[in-house]
């Protein structure tokens, strides 16, 4: 990733009334569907849950991601998820 790009972007997290989530400072999205999200942040990943939530609008050049649907919860996790997913074995041998 490219260093100039992490230091311009600014991590904001925008929800209004449960029902449009506007996210800044996003690198990735790993997977969805309609009840969750996983996503990579510049700040890490990040876990939206919800009811009937579409991507209206993914800019990965801008860093940017807008959701609407039901909004339950958002849950940043502690590492990438990408790391996350891997087994312990694979993350000792690497």
């Known amino acids: 990733m490219d260093e100039k790009r992490?230091?311009?972007?600014?991590?904001?997290?925008?929800?209004?009334?449960?029902?449009?989530?506007?996210?800044?400072?996003?690198l990735n999205v790993e997977s969805f569907d309609d009840r969750e999200i996983s996503l990579e942040t510049d700040l890490g990943g990040l876990i939206i849950q919800g009811d009937d939530l579409h991507i209206k609008e993914l800019n990965l050049e801008k860093a940017n991601l807008l959701v609407t649907g039901y909004i339950k919860s958002l849950e940043y996790t502690g590492e990438s998820l990408?790391?996350?997913?891997?087994?312990?074995?694979?993350?000792?041998?690497?």
Do not use: M, N, P
């Open 6 to 26: 992490l230091t311009t972007v600014r991590h904001q997290v925008i929800l209004a009334e449960r029902e449009r989530l506007s996210i800044d400072g996003v």
């Open 82 to 94: 990408s790391k996350r997913g891997k087994g312990l074995l694979e993350r000792l041998f690497r």
